[in-house]
């Protein structure tokens, strides 16, 4: 059995790492090949020069995600089959025991990836986006997130950890189902004091000023029956010259979000547009729908380690001799991606599904009009490619291509 598992694994690790590389190879020639003309139902909208400016952002992104998706492979070999995994355990079992030895098991793993990732998050953040004109963000902003995000990982983290060990530990067979129970609610409690507690540990949120486009937006709530705890302005340009606009929280906790950049480059029925969007999602419970599968998977995922925490061959299998409800949890995690990858298509389809429908909801409470107007402007301010591979596309992409969505907003304006 072991020797079948060791098989079945290198054979669904071999075909993922193979299909992920070849889709980001398509996608770069895909749109490498469509750079010199813009798309006819974008001619008008989007000039030339911006096209290309997407395009090469686009190939560029791509190319370092191919070096990316190698370094993960290789990380995760490195762990398993390379004997990573086991060298830890001997490392830390001659020195600890109990929950101090899975703390520094976890934690270890953690650290030596986030490690061996850094050079990778450099170069994206001051080589990529610096030459596109995105990047804001200096090398002493970077190490403060970094060393506040390293601290609120060990603080919240760590207690979170020992917990989710000691019931693996101490609740019999059906440990998977209290560990289930413990960890949505903790996510719930996530949800709730994100937006006051950690996202300003980060960014400065300051109340939207008076004047139309906070009339506009207090108006569109109360037309579409949405309460909040506030209209906030984010200080996005910091870091990214991206724009964006988003709910955070939970519960009577909601607040709407917009990054400065966005409103300076969108105008206030835009920004309206814009926001309608967002509110359809919360209207047609999307969010509700994705915290329910989040959760059903996560149930789904704890209860298959259940009946492997038991079977010697799924650590033998991984290259690990020893047996643990650590090591189990850190094998499981390490190998789940690669066997949920030939899924992706059904988590883009629901998503791209969702956007469509927030779209349709957006032109029922705003004109579609400044919709789409918005939606260029986000393309061409962000440098969104409008000709995205389909296949890559149909795997990666949780909004619909450009075209099809702009289209469907057509579509819509015709018919109000």
């Known amino acids: 059995m072991t020797q079948n598992f060791t098989l079945l694994f290198l054979v669904v690790f071999t075909l993922t790492l193979a299909i992920r590389l070849w889709l980001k190879l398509r996608h770069i020639r895909h749109v490498g090949a469509h750079r010199q003309a813009v ?23 791509s190319k370092t995600a191919i070096f990316a998706i190698l370094l993960e492979a290789g990380i995760l070999l490195a762990f398993t089959l390379g004997g ?36 990778l998050s450099l170069y994206s953040q001051f080589v990529i986006e610096a030459r596109h004109g995105f990047n ?8 403060t997130d970094l060393v506040k995000q390293t601290l609120l990982g060990i603080a919240i983290g760590a207690p979170i950890i020992a917990a989710v060990l000691w019931l693996m530990g101490a609740m019999g067979p059906f440990w998977w189902l209290y560990v289930w129970l413990f960890w949505s609610v903790f996510n719930l409690l ?29 108006a569109l709530l109360l037309r579409c029956g949405f309460r909040s705890s506030g209209l906030f302005v984010m200080d996005g340009s910091k ?52 915290i329910v599968l989040m959760f059903a998977g996560s149930l789904a995922f704890l209860y298959l380690l259940g009946q492997l925490i038991d079977a010697p061959w799924f650590y033998a299998g991984l290259g690990v001799p020893a047996q643990s409800t650590v090591l189990a949890l850190i094998l499981f995690f390490l190998i789940v991606p690669i066997f949920l990858f030939p899924l992706a298509p059904l988590s883009s389809r629901l998503s791209r599904k969702h956007e469509f429908e927030a779209d349709a909801y957006a032109a029922e409470h705003a004109a579609a009009d400044d919709l789409i107007r918005a939606l260029v402007k986000l393309y061409d301010d962000n440098a969104s490619t409008l000709t995205p591979d389909p296949l890559h596309s149909l795997f990666h992409d949780s909004h619909p291509p450009a075209a099809q969505r702009i289209a469907h907003l057509q579509l819509l304006e015709k018919s109000t």
């Open 39 to 61: 798309p006819a139902e974008f001619a008008e909208r989007i000039s030339l020069a911006s096209h290309q400016k997407a395009a090469d952002y686009t190939v560029d992104r």
């Open 84 to 119: 990573g995994l086991a060298a830890l355990h001997d490392f830390w079992a001659a020195r600890l025991d109990g929950l101090p030895y899975g703390l520094a098991m976890i934690f270890s793993v953690m650290f030596i990836s986030g490690l061996i990732d850094l050079p």
């Open 136 to 143: 804001r963000m200096t090398p002493a902003l970077f190490v």
């Open 190 to 218: 996530i949800l709730f004091i994100y937006p006051t507690w950690i996202a300003p540990l980060f960014n400065k949120f300051t109340p939207l000023a008076e004047g139309e486009m906070k009339t506009r937006i207090e």
């Open 239 to 290: 870091r990214s010259s991206h724009g964006n606009a988003y709910f955070t929280g939970f519960g009577n906790n909601k607040r709407i979000v917009f990054f400065d950049t966005l409103l300076e480059r969108l105008t206030p029925t835009e920004i309206e547009a814009v926001l309608a969007h967002e509110l359809g999602h919360f209207r047609k419970r999307h969010i509700v729908q994705r």
